[in-house]
């Protein structure tokens, strides 16, 4: 008997939130294609976080550390960055050039802020691998603290997880800080690297 009370029970929630829902769908007024075209402009309008991303653009010399092995100390080089905003200031894309496990290395990163989202989406691709890595994440309070998640294919099956920092110290100089965890092991720092523009 308290069986059965408990399945009513249940049938009972869900006609009731079944319901409430088709009642809220129904009073939304569907948007006809003149205001359905005025929200797409808005959305595609950029915006202060757009802004930010411009004053990133520019030529910056880099200084990096990697990580390959947590007990040793990091490798350290150096490198160039350029960076330019795409399609009228939507996105900023930086091509950069150095060195990745002692071997000559090109990446190019691309990052915008999708206003529908409310948060940053990112691309890596580069001449260790034929993925594209994404990573998205939001910005601290001032914006100038951006932090991305995201992950990618092991050799052997899984997927490496990522967790970067990127920040903008000032006009002047950027750091951009990865970690990464291995198979759901401990998460590890993996690169640190300085932007210092170049004057």
Do not use: C
């Amino acid at each position: 008997m308290k069986y059965l009370r408990l399945v009513l029970m249940m049938v009972f929630l869900v006609l009731l939130t079944t319901s409430a829902i088709a009642n809220d769908q129904k009073s939304s007024k569907p948007m006809n294609p003149e205001e359905m075209m005025e929200v797409y402009t808005k959305l595609a309008t950029p915006g202060e976080p757009h802004k930010l991303l411009a004053s990133i653009a520019g030529s910056w010399i880099t200084r990096t550390k990697e990580w390959v092995d947590p007990q040793k100390p990091p490798v350290e080089s150096t490198g160039t960055v350029s960076s330019r905003m795409m399609l009228d200031g939507r996105f900023l894309q930086q091509e950069i050039t150095g060195s990745m496990h002692g071997r000559p290395h090109t990446g190019i990163w691309t990052i915008g802020y999708d206003n529908l989202l409310k948060r940053y989406i990112s691309t890596w691709i580069d001449t260790m691998s034929t993925q594209i890595f994404i990573m998205d994440g939001t910005a601290s309070a001032d914006g100038k603290a951006i932090t991305l998640t995201g992950q990618h294919a092991e050799v052997g099956g899984g997927h490496m997880t990522h967790r970067a920092i990127w920040k903008i110290l000032n006009s002047n100089t950027q750091e951009f800080i990865m970690y990464g965890t291995y198979h759901g092991g401990q998460e590890m720092k993996m690169m640190e690297v300085l932007y210092i523009r170049k004057q």
